[in-house]
């Protein structure tokens, strides 16, 4: 078994496609309008979906908005430099909810930020030594 995918609902596919393709820097892998059904599935990710797991974003033509819930946590990205990845989010226009720093009882660098529909997104620096990043 492995994860294929993780699918967020989004309220105006194209603001969400940019943010993930530009601001983020993911590719979109493929995208289908289901005509009958009145809504899109666009897959965005790093790798193809033959290799690593990616995101679903499925966008229902008649929903512009949803109640994120309390269920919700986020999605964790593993960046070299988090301090860099906030300003470049911030540059772009994008909402840094948790400036970079030192986690909270811990020293791994961590930030969070936000998608256009609020989902949150977590930046884990890289920690050097090549030990990967550790999620809070």
Request: hydrophobic fraction near 35%; proline fraction near 2%.
């Amino acid at each position: 078994m492995r994860l294929l995918h993780t699918m967020l609902r989004v309220g105006d596919l194209k603001k969400s496609l940019a943010f993930y393709t530009e601001v983020l820097g993911m590719r979109l892998l493929r995208q289908k309008d289901y005509e009958s059904g009145r809504f899109t599935l666009a897959f965005v990710g790093y790798e193809d979906e033959s290799t690593g797991a990616v995101i679903e974003l499925t966008h229902n033509w008649d929903t512009t908005s949803y109640d994120l819930g309390e269920g919700y946590g986020h999605i964790a990205l593993e960046v070299d430099d988090a301090y860099a990845a906030c300003d470049k989010v911030r540059a772009q226009g994008g909402k840094v909810v948790r400036e970079a720093g030192p986690m909270k009882h811990g020293t791994t660098v961590i930030a969070f930020i936000e998608d256009p529909d609020g989902y949150k997104i977590e930046f884990i620096q890289k920690k050097s030594g090549g030990d990967g990043p550790q999620s809070a």
